[in-house]
């Protein structure tokens, strides 16, 4: 049996809340097989997305998704899920978000709709930066005259 996703695209991307690079994975999508629940496809797809962006990511990488469809009638923004920690990111959190994305579009969501998700992961840095010096810890050797005005 095929995958439920497959990635159409993957690119740097510059995300400004943090100012910083960052690379982007686009999923899409494959056709639902003959004898397989679109809903039960829909959830493996989601959950195997995460785990394989979970595989690919550092333990201080951060992930983030967004939800995509443009067949929906009651949401033209797409469902979001905010930066987190890799390791904190749990298989089950876009199939939590496509829930409500359904819920308020009952009407307009069919079995032909196309999502695409996209996940980006980002590197934070850690620490405070390097070592600061003061003006006491320049020294100045003897044989050096400083001579003012």
Avoid at 96 to 123: H, Y
């Amino acid at each position: 049996m095929t995958s439920p996703v497959s990635v159409v695209s993957s690119s740097d991307t510059y995300v400004r809340r943090y100012r910083i690079y960052g690379t982007k994975v686009v999923f899409k999508f494959n056709p639902v097989p003959e004898g397989v629940a679109e809903l039960d496809w829909l959830k493996e797809g989601f959950f195997k997305l995460v785990e394989q962006m979970k595989a690919s990511a550092l333990d201080s990488d951060y992930l983030g998704f967004t939800l995509i469809s443009k067949s929906l009638v009651n949401r033209r923004e797409p469902g979001y899920v905010a930066f987190r920690p890799a390791k904190d990111v749990e298989g089950d959190i876009l199939w939590t978000i496509f829930g409500g994305i359904v819920q308020s579009n009952a009407e307009s969501a069919t079995s032909s709709d196309k999502f695409i998700v996209e996940c980006t992961r980002i590197n934070l840095p850690v620490g405070s930066g390097g070592k600061r010096h003061s003006v006491s810890t320049i020294i100045i050797p003897s044989s050096v005259k400083i001579s003012g005005r």
